[in-house]
Structure formats: structure tokens, C-alpha cells
RNA sequence: GGGCUCGUAGCUCAGCAUGGACAGAGCGAACGCCUCCUAAGCGUUAGGUCGAGGGUUCGAAUCCCUCCGGGCCCGCCA
């Protein structure tokens, strides 16, 4: 929190000072130097005026420090120094910076290190999505995570965030385990103790992407299906309908399990008989971004011209619409753009606590809250569809989006390591990785990985906790595997593909999830085995050891890492901040006594500041979805 | 062929948007630290032509160009 009003003042007093100079106007930056011997804040500007001014920048920086020596007195900045290579190097004057920290952290832990930057905007996250077909495997866990910590980042930051999931239930992958079910004579119970989703993706899904190679006859009930599917009234249709339902349920389960939640299913049935495409058609129309094409290969279609791309055929020759038809008009009605025709009803009661609603024509009540009409809608789906995206958010810009904003949110894919590739029987030579493939079965469940790393965690926490009853184990591990799946799914960059590996995965220690919880489960047993209560206004100023200060410091920036997250719609910079956060505070923890420091003032300033750590920690960890540990 | 993207230590990755001070972590390896708040921890050592070349600049891992290598996307399929 404090961290920022410091980094304002250094730019405050820099400016001052520059204006006294006379400096001409330049961009200048003020961030951490790369070593902390140089101090806590450090600014190039010497180097930007070395041209204009004509003189070297070491010249520069000394006269800029002279006259900032004299401003510091009464501020959070400590020294300005002028270091021989250019640079003006800062240091905070840690005995007022401690103490507003630490008191704000202690003071208000529900919402420390929380930021305004939404103010209340409304943003519409849509994530999740997997064809209610199969079960969730690693790749959609991805998806999951990114969406829903994204959706925390959202909230942290003060905007209002909806969390939509998209459920394709009139597509292809669907109509194959209906072909399963009721032509090629699928049993439509699992075997005993199968979830009905992997049973649905492992076999018959599997199964018959392998028969219709041999049975073309199939195809053509691939085709059959299809259509009853769209006109919906059938008895088939309704067969198609139960089944969905049937995996869509399980695939949630899943889904809360990683602690995802979500506001509304949209059934993209109900878009395509909602006739929302006509009305969409016809916007596309009137803005001129659709033509009728009347020659060339795509003689009698419908199509938009997209910039630097081939032409987009939206209505086939024969009159039918593309996919391209859901996606636009779908987009259309996130945005807000088109009449929201859309009735809701309320789906299931959730794991925090929520109602998810369901999309529904006709009946059901009208939104009791807004779903859609987000200033901004994010969409996470992997990069491969980067393309088609693209041409959606143009058009949107294009039939008057205005203000609002359509963006999708990439990331690369999660592909098998060599070593699980080989688990399936497969041998990639020198490749370092292969993609996985839902219709030949190669791929790993996310309930397969939750239980994998549950069970290890399992073993891990008996081992430390012989006291723990079978309840406390299960929970502990439960807690541990998902923030170690969490953690992994988000601590790179969206744009690098994850090359999973089902036994490094299973690492509790180093950079990991479990090694943040740790961090604070050590922090919370020195405040336990203390037996006092902590003195929010403790003599912070005796916090003077070095491994003491470097947690106050990373403590002080946690809200500017939120804002930052949220701005740049990174999940991962909370992430390495998290783990920073553990690392400061394990080394505090190896070096600097609490419990058996002999002075009363002493000790309790550093309880304050392990109990403050821990809010800290625990906030990052939330918006992480990472359960925080008393003891694991 | 065109577009997008990645290429930093043996492996997995930070740093790149807004160029600056000796390029940072984790894993793996070797060695060390529990009579002391949970060793899921901490430390030491070894390990780098920042894919290659050119350019811009006082200064480039970071910006620009070319090339090389990996991946993805380019259907009147969804």
C-alpha cells in the first residue's frame, strides 16, 4: 500500500526539483534497481537530459541530488545519492515507512493490498467452454485457472466481473457420443464407479471417432443427429439435451473442485433459436461490413472482408449460416449491442455460495442481474483460435462497440512431455513434446491430476501431522494439490506452451504452490505458539535487520502488484509476487528469532510483522484461489 | 506460400511494454545446515556467445531489419 505513496513522493520531489533546475521536459522512469545495495527506488533521468543539456549524466544526477537533499526532510524518502555511473538512487526512510504499512495491513486485513482501479467498471470474463462431450483434461485446466483468477484479479481491483461459460450443445462432439449412445450401442450408464464425463471422453467419444473409419454409415447419423439437434423438438433432441446436461454437471464438479465459479451457463442452443444471429445479420448489413459475393470461389455467399486475411464466408451458398454466425452475434450480446433475448433461471447453488444461472427462452425470469453489457469482454480461449478472434473483435468495433471493448485473451496450448507420452504407448523420438488429442484419447484428466497430487500431498501431510484425524488429512491434501495445479497453470506466460509431465507435476517443493503455503503456514504457528495477541501498534521501528526490512518493503507493494496484474491482465505477476513474498519471509524466518527473542518490544514488533506477512500473503494467495493453511 | 508466436544456465522459466549500473529464480548436480518458531525450508559451489548476423543508440537480452530453428493458424468443418 505504502509503497506506492513512496515512489509517488520520489516522483513528486524529482519533478520539483527538475522544474527548480529549469530542466527541459523529458519521460523519465522510476523503478527498483536491479541490486539492493543501490537502494529501493532508482531514476534514469540524468541519462534522458544528458542530449538536451549537453553534460554527462553523473554531472546531472549530482546537481539534480543537491537540490533534492533539501525536500526530503518529512517524507518517506530516506536519501537521494547520486551514483558515478548516472543514476539517482533513493532510499526509503523505513522508520515511517514500517509502521504505515504494517498498521494498514493489520489495521484492515480483509482488504489489504485490494485496489480501486475498476472503479466499479463492469467487465464480462468468459472462460472454461469445453464441449459437453468428454471430461476436463490438463489443457482445459489451464483455461479454468487463467479465467478464474483473472475474474479475482477483476475483483481485487474493484470491477464488477460476471464469469459466463459457453456450452456448445448443438455441436459435432456431442452429436458423436449421441451417434455412440443410439446407434452404435454405447451402454448409457458408465461402468460402476466411472464418472459419467470420462466415460463419455475415454470411450465413447474415443470409440466412435475410430468407427466411422470403418462404418461410413455412421457418418451420415453424425448428420442425422446434427439437424435434430438444431430443430430441438425431437425425441433425440431431448436425448441429446439429458446427455449434455449429464456431462456438463460432472464437468462442474471438476471445475469447483479447482475452485472456479462461475455466473451463467450460455447454452449455445438457446442463441441459435433465439434468431439473435438475424438481428446481428443485420447490423453487419447496415455498417456495410458483409457483402453478398457475386463471383469468385465464394460466389453466393455472404461474406466479410477481414484486414490482412482472406475473405470469411459467413452465410453458406445455400443460405446457412457459419459458426462464424454464433460466435458474432454471441460477442454481440456480451457487449450489450443487441436486445438481450435471453430468459434466466437459476442452474445450481455453488461452492462460494453463488447461484449459477442458465440462459433459457421463454420462461424463467428476466436477468435479475446484468449479465452482459460488459465495458469490457474478455474471452480465454487458447491462441490457436487467435484468428478467427481477431476478425470478431474487428467487426464488433465496426457495428459500434464504441467504448466497449472485445478482447481475447490467448494462451499457448499444455502438450505431453516425452516421458507421458510414453504412458500412452507413444514415441515422439527427439520431439520435446507432443499435443494432446481428445478424439484419439491422448490426453490427461484434470480429475486424474487432482487425485494424483492429492494423494501425494496425502502422504506428505501424515507424515508432518501424525495428529491430524482422516478429515484434516484429506482436507489438507485437497488444499495443497489444488494450489500446486493452480500455481503451475499460471506462473508462465500465457504466450509459453506448458509441456506437462505427470511426474515432475507432482512437485510439492521450490517454486510451487505448496511452498507458498508453507511460507504462511510456518508464519501463522510462530503467532500460534506465541499465546499474545498482536499489537497492531507495535514499536515497528526496531524492525531494523536487514531480512526485516526486505518484508516490509515487498509487504508495502502488494497493491501495486494487483493494479498492475489487472492492467496487464497478468496472472502471473501475482504469481512470482507471491513467491518473492514466501522467499523474503522463509529467510526472515531462518535468520531472525521471534518466539525466542528476549526483548518484549522486539519480539512483538516482529509479531506484528510475521502476523502482517501473513495477510499480505494470504490476500495474494486468494486472489491466486489458493487456500491459505494454518498447517499443512 | 502468407500470418501469428516462441527461442535467455543441462532442464523449466523471470527480466523485454516505458533501452541504462556485475542477466535472475526453480529443478537437476556436488557439498553443507534440524539439542533452535514444521527441513514442503535455508546456504555454498558449478553452470550463460541472452538462437545467428546486421542496424539504431553514449548504452541493446530489451527497439528495428534479415536469417535460422520449434510451434500454431490459414475450409461454403465446428
Avoid at 451420415?220 to 430441438?232: F, H, N, S, T
Avoid at 460466389?299 to 449460416?321: F, N
Avoid at 499474545?532 to 536487514?546: G, I, P, S
Amino acid at each position: 500500500m505504502t509503497f506506492r505513496l513512496f515512489k509517488d513522493e520520489v516522483r513528486r520531489l524529482l519533478q520539483q526539483a527538475l522544474d527548480d533546475a529549469g530542466c527541459p521536459k523529458v519521460d523519465f522512469d522510476v523503478s527498483e534497481p536491479q541490486h539492493k545495495e543501490f537502494g529501493d527506488l532508482a531514476c534514469n533521468v540524468a541519462f534522458q537530459l544528458a542530449k538536451p543539456l549537453k553534460k554527462a549524466p553523473p554531472k546531472i544526477a549530482a546537481e539534480l541530488v543537491e537540490g533534492l537533499k533539501l525536500k526530503i526532510r518529512d517524507t518517506l524518502v530516506l536519501s537521494a545519492e547520486a551514483h558515478p555511473a548516472g543514476h539517482i538512487n533513493f532510499k526509503a526512510d523505513y522508520s515511517r515507512l514500517s509502521s504505515a504499512t504494517l498498521a494498514r495491513a493489520l489495521k484492515s486485513p480483509e482488504n489489504y493490498g485490494y485496489h480501486d482501479s475498476g472503479q466499479g467498471r463492469h467487465i464480462v470474463i468468459e472462460h472454461t467452454s469445453v464441449n459437453p462431450n468428454k471430461a476436463l483434461h490438463v489443457g482445459h485446466m489451464r483455461n479454468v485457472i487463467i479465467g478464474d483468477v483473472l475474474y479475482r484479479i477483476m475483483k481485487a481491483t474493484n470491477h464488477r466481473a460476471t464469469v459466463l461459460n459457453y456450452v456448445d450443445d448443438s455441436g459435432l462432439q456431442v452429436a458423436d457420443i449421441v451417434v455412440g449412445f443410439k446407434f452404435a450401442g454405447f451402454d448409457v450408464e458408465p461402468p460402476k464407479g466411472k464418472k459419467f464425463d470420462h466415460y463419455c471422453g475415454d470411450a465413447v467419444y474415443v470409440k466412435i471417432n475410430e468407427m466411422y473409419e470403418k462404418d461410413p454409415p455412421l457418418v451420415e447419423k453424425r448428420k442425422l443427429v446434427l439437424k435434430e439437434m438444431e430443430e430441438g423438438k425431437s425425441e433425440l433432441a431431448r436425448f441429446a439435451a439429458d446427455i449434455t446436461l449429464r456431462v456438463l454437471n460432472e464437468q462442474l464438479k471438476t471445475c469447483w473442485r479447482m475452485r472456479a465459479r462461475y455466473d451463467l451457463l450460455n447454452f449455445e442452443s438457446h442463441i441459435v433459436v433465439s434468431k439473435l444471429w438475424g438481428k446481428a445479420f443485420e447490423l453487419l448489413k447496415n455498417s456495410k461490413i458483409t457483402h453478398f459475393e457475386e463471383e469468385g470461389k465464394n460466389k453466393g455467399c455472404w461474406v466479410i472482408e477481414a484486414k490482412d486475411e482472406e475473405d470469411k464466408v459467413l452465410v453458406r451458398s445455400d443460405g446457412t449460416a457459419t459458426y462464424i454466425a454464433k460466435d458474432i452475434p454471441y460477442a454481440a450480446w456480451k457487449l450489450g449491442l443487441v436486445d438481450d433475448p435471453f430468459s434466466y433461471h437459476e442452474f445450481v447453488g455453488q461452492w462460494d455460495g453463488s447461484t449459477l444461472y442458465a440462459t433459457m427462452l421463454g420462461g424463467g425470469k428476466p436477468a435479475s442481474k446484468e449479465f452482459n453489457g460488459g465495458e469490457r469482454v474478455i474471452t480465454i480461449i487458447d491462441s490457436r483460435q487467435a484468428r478467427l478472434q481477431r476478425i470478431i473483435s474487428q467487426v464488433l468495433s465496426k457495428i459500434g462497440a464504441g467504448t466497449r471493448e472485445y478482447f481475447h485473451l490467448g494462451y499457448e496450448a499444455v502438450t505431453l512431455s516425452s516421458d507421458t507420452a510414453k504412458a500412452f504407448g507413444i514415441d515422439i523420438g527427439d520431439r520435446q513434446f507432443m499435443h494432446m488429442s481428445g478424439r484419439k484419447g491422448i490426453y490427461v484428466n484434470a480429475d486424474y491430476v487432482l487425485d494424483t497430487l492429492h494423494a501425494k500431498a496425502y502422504e506428505e501431510v501424515k507424515m508432518r501431522n501424525p495428529g491430524f484425524t482422516e478429515q484434516q488429512l484429506n482436507a489438507t491434501a485437497e488444499e495443497v494439490a489444488i494450489s500446486a495445479i493452480r500455481y503451475n497453470m499460471i506462473k508462465q506466460d500465457l504466450d509459453k506452451i506448458i509441456t506437462f509431465d505427470v511426474k515432475e507435476s507432482l512437485s510439492l517443493e521450490g517454486d510451487t504452490g505448496p511452498y507458498l503455503q508453507y511460507a504462511y503456514a510456518r508464519s501463522q504457528r510462530i503467532l500460534e505458539k506465541s499465546g499474545q495477541t498482536v499489537d497492531n501498534d507495535a514499536r515497528f521501528e526496531l524492525l531494523t535487520h536487514e531480512a526485516e526490512i526486505a518484508m516490509i518493503k515487498e509487504i508495502a507493494k502488494l497493491d501495486l502488484v494487483v493494479e498492475d496484474a489487472a492492467r496487464s491482465l497478468s496472472p502471473k505477476s501475482l504469481a512470482r509476487y507471491s513467491y518473492i513474498l514466501a522467499t523474503t519471509f522463509n529467510l526472515f524466518y531462518e535468520k531472525v528469532p521471534v518466539l525466542k527473542e528476549g526483548n518484549a518490544d522486539i519480539r512483538m514488533a516482529r509479531l506484528a510483522l510475521v502476523k502482517a506477512l501473513g495477510v499480505a500473503l494470504k490476500n495474494a494467495l486468494d486472489v491466486l484461489g489458493i487456500t491459505a493453511l494454518d498447517r499443512m
